[in-house]
T-cell receptor, first 112, second 117 residues
Framework: DQQVKQNSPSLSVQEGRISILNCDYT??????FLWYKKYPAEGPTFLIS?????DKNEDGRFTVFLNKSAKHLSLHIVPSQPGDSAVYFC???????????FGAGTRLTVKP | GAGVSQSPRYKVAKRGQDVALRCDPI?????LFWYQQALGQGPEFLTY????????KSGLPSDRFFAERPEGSVSTLKIQRTQQEDSAVYLC???????????????FGNGTRLTVT
């Protein structure tokens, strides 16, 4: 069962514009959400996270928004840079347990 | 120091062969995780260790899969009698504290790509 869904397999944006990556989840017990970034032939690297007590967390060019009622979160990157081109995974966990669930990923391409 | 190290980077096995995949976590990291990532999918949880104790193995797909971390550092994921459906990238991750979620995100290795022919 896909408890974390990233419905857009790919996204292409122009350098300097905003990139918005979306993620939906079905398990209402999830209370911690993370975004990971993955370059080819490398493992995912942690980017930014948010707990369910917040609706926004910002770190430089990256902001994650959480809408609990809609079970939706999004990652905003602004301004987008060519080095941001990678696959982005959304992940979620419940009660700090060990079984973190990942979405299938969205491949972001930022064109110069 | 160094990040999470996995070996080999690539492994080709004939169907029915046994394989062993190694993970060296970041020194001092308590928690260690194994994930399986099929092509075009996100990582799927396999098993979790806190130090040497395997606290959760609910994600292991069959009894052909076995993981160990005998001294609480290096871990080995063993797959017996490999099948074609075992072909995937196997990712190891570690985190500083237990659980690996709150305030201690997972640090992933580069993975081992297993191809079963």
């Amino acid at each position: 069962d896909q408890q974390v869904k990233q419905n857009s397999p790919s996204l292409s944006v122009q350098e300097g514009r905003i990139s918005i990556l979306n993620c939906d989840y079905t398990n209402s017990m999830f209370d911690y959400f993370l975004w990971y970034k993955k370059y080819p032939a490398e493992g995912p690297t942690f980017l930014i996270s948010i707990s369910s007590i917040k609706d926004k967390n910002e770190d430089g060019r990256f902001t994650v928004f959480l809408n609990k009622s809609a079970k939706h979160l999004s990652l905003h990157i602004v301004p987008s840079q060519p080095g941001d081109s990678a696959v982005y995974f959304c992940a979620a966990s419940a009660n700090n347990n060990n079984d973190m669930r990942f979405g299938a990923g969205t491949r972001l391409t930022v064109k110069p | 120091g160094a990040g999470v190290s996995q070996s080999p980077r690539y492994k080709v096995a004939k169907r029915g062969q046994d394989v062993a995949l190694r993970c060296d976590p970041i020194s001092g990291h308590v928690s260690l995780f194994w994930y399986q990532q099929a092509l075009g999918q996100g990582p799927e949880f396999l098993t979790y260790f806190q130090n040497e104790a395997q606290l959760d193995k609910s994600g292991l797909p069959s009894d052909r899969f076995f993981a160990e971390r005998p001294e609480g550092s290096v871990s080995t994921l063993k797959i017996q009698r490999t099948q074609q459906e075992d072909s995937a990238v196997y990712l190891c991750a570690s985190s500083l504290i237990q659980g690996g979620s709150y305030n201690s995100p997972l640090h992933f290795g580069n993975g081992t790509r297993l191809t079963v022919t």
